[in-house]
């Protein structure tokens, strides 16, 4: 138990370090209060460290209590050894072009799909995110959630799309119809990416009435604006 400010990190390391090693903790997560933050990490150093914060919770400390116990259970549960991982087997990957831009830039996609699939299946295409000005379809997260999300009956596709942004980022001097632009040409991209899908739907067995689009940070964003503002001129209606 710690008194506000936060300790110093390595005097915090040492003593979660000292802590861990204690014959109370075996297979469940150790849980370390810091007044109003608590820490939950097990004991294995390849997990993450989970770290909630329950200053800011209304009501009484019965309830906070309780809450605590229900987050010790929750992590306790999700770090516990007996945690069954998989990896997914089976599973093409393969990039195509979808699209040359003006420039001749070429816009990839990458469609992960099961060699097992028998039948039309829903489609998912995955947006990455980066401020747009940065990131990649095949980042390390996205092929493991492709791969899954393949291996229980979806086809995937990761798509790249243009970087406005790149040599701008986003901040308060960036001219706000350069930010337009950024989030519109992501849409269009984001259009065309599915409309090729589309085109090409018997080819990758695609079911054409069940599409799902979603993305992260900057990739959701540019979804968001797709569905409810960009006027599209490129996708059926």
């Known amino acids: ?33 810091l007044d109003s933050w608590v820490l939950a990490l097990p004991v294995s150093p390849d997990i993450n460290i989970f770290a909630i914060s329950i200053s800011d919770l209304s ?16 992590v306790s549960n999700c770090t516990s050894k007996k945690q069954i991982v998989y990896e997914p087997i089976d599973i093409s990957k393969k990039t ?29 295409i995955y947006v990455h995110g980066g401020g747009f000005s940065g990131g990649s379809r095949d980042e390390e997260h996205i092929k493991k959630f492709c791969k899954e999300m393949a291996n229980n009956g979806f086809i995937t596709a990761s798509i790249s799309y243009r970087l406005t942004m790149k040599n701008y980022g986003f901040g308060c001097d960036t001219k706000s119809n350069l930010k ?39 990739g959701a964003e540019a979804i968001l604006n797709l569905v409810y503002v960009y006027s599209n001129k490129i996708l059926p209606k």
């Open 96 to 124: 195509y072009v979808y699209k040359k831009t003006k420039n001749g830039k070429k816009l990839k996609l990458d469609v992960y799909k099961s060699s097992k699939l028998k039948k039309n299946a829903p489609l998912i």
């Open 1 to 33: 138990n710690f008194s506000n400010p936060m300790p110093d990190a390595s005097i915090l390391l040492a003593t979660i370090k000292r802590l861990s090693g204690s014959k109370f903790v075996k297979d469940s997560a150790l849980v370390v209060i």
């Open 180 to 218: 337009i632009q950024a989030f519109n040409n992501a849409s269009q991209d984001i259009s065309y990416a599915t409309e090729y899908l589309l085109r090409n739907n018997k080819k990758f067995k695609i079911n054409p009435k069940k599409i799902i689009l979603i993305g992260s940070s900057a």
């Open 59 to 74: 009501g009484n400390l019965l309830f906070k209590k309780l809450y605590l116990l229900f987050i010790i259970s929750l």
